[in-house]
Every structure is written in C-alpha cells, then in structure tokens.
C-alpha cells in the first residue's frame, strides 16, 4: 500500500521498538539483521517496502556494530524502493565529539550525520541530543524531542516539596532550568571539571540545599562520575535527599555498581537505550515508548511533533 507506515528495528533495543509498535497498533516490519560467520553485517528486508514511509528504529550506543547496522538497513530499505526513510534514534552517540576542544581530534557528530544522509535517511526523529546545536549538522529535517515529559511526571508523583534541581555541569543547566520551572523547584549547578576524560572533580556548587531534596538532572549517565560527585558535595553542603534523573543510561562497565554504592538514593533513567547493565533497586526506568510512538505517527501524519511539549 502506498505511503504505508512501516516500523524497523536493528538489534540495539529490540524491546523499545516492539513497545513503540504495540503503541501504534501495528506490527515491526520484516527484516533479517545478521551476520556472516566472519561477523559482517547482513541485513534483509523480508517484505515489501516500496513507496512505504519507513522508520528505523536504532539507537547508537557503542558498540559501533549499532551504527553500522542501521547504516546498512537504511541502505536496504532504500535500494528496496521505500518512498521515505526515517532514522528514528532514540539515543543519539558519538554527539559528544562536537567541536574540535583540542588540536587533531575528529567532530564525530558531524561525521555520524553525514553518514546518516549518505547512507539514505530522509530524516531523522531523536530524542535529547547531548548538545540541540548538532541538529545544524544535518541538511536533512530533524525532530528533536524530550524525554522531559515521562521523567517530569515520575518526580511530579514521587519526589515530594522542597526541591531544587541541580544540573552537574554547565552544560545541563538549561535542562535543568525547563525541569526546574516545571517542577516549582529552584535551580543550581556544579561548576565540575574533568582532571582526565572518564573522571570529575566538583569545583563549586552553586545554590541553595540545605535541607533540600536535590534532583539533579542531565542527559547522560556513563560512568556516573559526574552525578556520584555532584551528589556528594550537595550532602556535604546539607541536602537531605539526592535523587538523579537522566535520559541516557548509557552505564559504562562499573557505573552501576558505583551508582548502586553511592550516597544517591534513586537514579531514573529511560529506555532508550537497552542496556542490562541496570540491574539494582536504585535504578528505575521509564519508557519513552509512547512519546517516540506519537512523534513517529506525527511524522507520518504530517502533523505537529513540536505540539506534543505545549
Ligand atoms: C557531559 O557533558 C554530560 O552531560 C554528562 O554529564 C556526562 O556525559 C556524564 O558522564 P559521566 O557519567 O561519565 O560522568
């Protein structure tokens, strides 16, 4: 059927694009997404897909196999004669290599776009960017939308009065400040710095805890350095709860168990990412299933995304 609305999922969150189907009411589209015994990838589209509106669903979390097989369905889908491909990426890797910081290093969020656009993709439909500005790297329409909406109704529910919303850098202030406002929190930030790439050192906290439950809110959480450390000083300073929410549990090796033995009571974090390495009672994760699910039908129906966070 012309213009059919057809759902695809790589192997990188099987689970969250099943969820994103059951939303719509429909089925994930047929596709074999392999590997040769040498371990290349292989894919295969197993029906139909001309003149189809096509959606990708793949984060891009290490390891890069992620990447390269969404790559290679877009490519499949596109030699297949589909009308309109959409990579949907839940998590959006390799953003944080955004700028040349220092001399001889690569923009990977450029080069993952231009990847994006050779390999086929039409647009592209991603949540949370590490930084909003890697929207201009792409001469394909984006949607940029927020996991804002599931995890503010999980703290509208659960994390009582008296709270301030911390961002732990300065680059999730603004974050912080749309979670701030909305919550009827006041706002602070840690002034952190990194003495080596997987590491933090708090250098100042800036705000009002005492006595406070302190939400602190980012983008991502690897190896929880950031959150662990931004937490502790809140302590030390008086705050007498310290929750942590974030879109992206990316949790490299170690991060749980530091999260799990750290001083921060809760860590809320969302599905885009299928990671198993999540497995503690402080950890609790939310879907953004349907948020994706309305976006991708928005899309389609060439209605409002932008609607959806009025
Ligand atoms: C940094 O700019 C990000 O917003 C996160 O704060 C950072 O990626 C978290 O990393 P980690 O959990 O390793 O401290």
Do not use: C, W
Request: proline fraction near 4%; avoid cysteine; charge should be negative.
């Amino acid at each position: 059927m012309p213009n059919e609305l057809g759902l695809f999922s790589g192997n990188a969150n099987a689970a969250l694009a099943s969820e994103i189907a059951g939303y719509l009411g429909l089925r994930l589209g047929e596709a074999v997404v392999g590997r040769f015994r040498d371990g290349e990838i292989s894919v295969s589209i197993s029906e139909n897909v001309r003149g189809m509106d096509a959606f990708v669903i793949q984060p891009t979390a290490p390891p890069a196999e992620n990447l390269l097989e969404l790559l290679i369905m877009i490519d499949a889908l596109k030699r297949a004669s589909a009308r309109r491909i959409t990579a949907v990426v839940p998590y959006f890797g390799y953003a944080r290599q955004d700028r040349k910081d220092r001399p001889r290093v690569a923009i990977t969020a450029k080069l993952v776009a231009n990847l994006l656009t050779v390999a086929g993709a039409d647009r592209i439909l991603t949540m949370d960017l590490h930084a909003p500005q890697i929207q201009g790297f792409f001469d394909i329409p984006m949607d940029h939308i927020y996991a804002a909406p599931v995890l503010l109704r999980y703290f509208d529910e659960h994390a009582g009065n008296d709270l301030v919303v911390m961002a732990p850098d300065i680059g999730s202030i603004k974050m912080g400040r749309a979670f701030a406002k909305r919550l009827g929190a006041s706002l602070g930030f840690v002034d952190k710095r990194r003495p080596r790439p997987d590491a933090t050192e708090v250098m100042n906290v800036v705000g009002e805890v005492e006595g406070k439950h302190v939400i602190m809110i980012d983008d991502i959480i690897s190896t929880g350095s950031s959150m662990i450390e931004a937490g502790s000083a809140v302590l030390r300073m008086g705050a007498a709860k310290v929750t942590a929410g974030a879109t992206h549990a990316l949790f490299a090796e170690g991060a749980v168990e530091a999260l799990t033995n750290s001083v921060i009571q809760e860590i809320v974090v969302t599905n885009t990412l299928n990671n198993e390495r999540r497995g503690s009672d402080k950890i609790r994760t939310l879907s953004v299933a349907e948020l994706l699910g309305e976006a991708i039908d928005r899309i389609h129906g060439e209605k409002s995304v932008s609607s959806l966070f009025v």
